[in-house]
């Protein structure tokens, strides 16, 4: 059974101000740090057989920092980078729904061809690394394509608001992808403190 453990990236300023990131390459700011080690505390006795990260800077520094007590090889795959938004990229809600109120971006990479970017990469991961567990830093967007593809519309995109640095699980068994959790934030210190889940 090949397994999948999906972890967003840690927080950078545009997630704190709620501008569209996509594409745009945003560094990690010092809370997205701080949740890339309550990740790595998290994951610090677990077995993985290889660490797989979206190029961009806010996955592969967050991939980083959760690789310092596990030393695997980190694989950069480009088909997890974040969906590209055009001309939204950098724009607030409040801006977004100002300028394009129809949400539709000028530019951006269409929906149905980001999902088979995607689900490519994860045919990929399962073809490379059969009954193995991987450990895949990625985005938002990206995690919540793959959820709401293999949970048939349940789950995902559209429905489920990912937090940063939020690990999700999925199993390949039977020659289908199943959902196992999602979006579980109890090792992260503001949801143990405040009592959120």
């Known amino acids: 059974m090949t397994t999948i453990c999906l972890v967003r990236h840690g927080e950078t300023d545009w997630n704190a101000l709620g501008k569209l990131q996509g594409?745009?390459?945003?560094?990690?700011?010092?809370?997205?740090?701080q949740q890339a080690e309550e990740c790595r505390e998290f994951f610090k006795d677990s077995h993985f057989d290889v660490l797989i990260?979206?190029?961009?800077?806010?996955?592969?520094?967050?991939a980083e920092i959760i690789n310092r007590d596990l030393n695997l090889p980190i694989v950069e795959?480009?088909?997890?980078?974040?969906?590209?938004?055009?001309?939204?990229e950098g724009m607030s809600m409040k801006e977004r729904t100002a300028i394009f109120p129809n949400k539709e971006y000028p530019n951006e990479e269409n929906w149905m061809s980001f999902q088979e970017r995607v689900m490519e990469?994860?045919?990929?991961?399962?073809?490379?690394?059969?009954?193995?567990?991987?450990l895949l830093v990625a985005h938002?967007?990206?995690?919540?394509?793959?959820?709401?593809?293999?949970?048939?519309?349940e789950i995902g995109?559209?429905?489920?608001?990912?937090?940063?640095?939020?690990?999700s699980n999925i199993h390949f068994q039977e020659e289908k992808w199943n959902v196992k959790e999602y979006n579980q934030v109890s090792h992260l210190t503001d949801y143990m403190v405040k009592g959120k889940n």
């Open 53 to 62: 990260a979206s190029p961009l800077k806010r996955a592969k520094r967050t």
């Open 23 to 33: 594409g745009t390459d945003i560094p990690l700011n010092s809370r997205g740090i």
């Open 140 to 153: 938002g967007g990206v995690i919540n394509a793959i959820l709401v593809t293999i949970s048939n519309g």
């Open 157 to 167: 995109a559209g429905k489920t608001r990912l937090i940063n640095a939020c690990i």
């Open 121 to 134: 990469g994860v045919h990929k991961v399962n073809q490379m690394y059969p009954d193995q567990k991987v």
């Open 77 to 88: 795959m480009k088909d997890f980078v974040e969906k590209h938004f055009g001309d939204a």
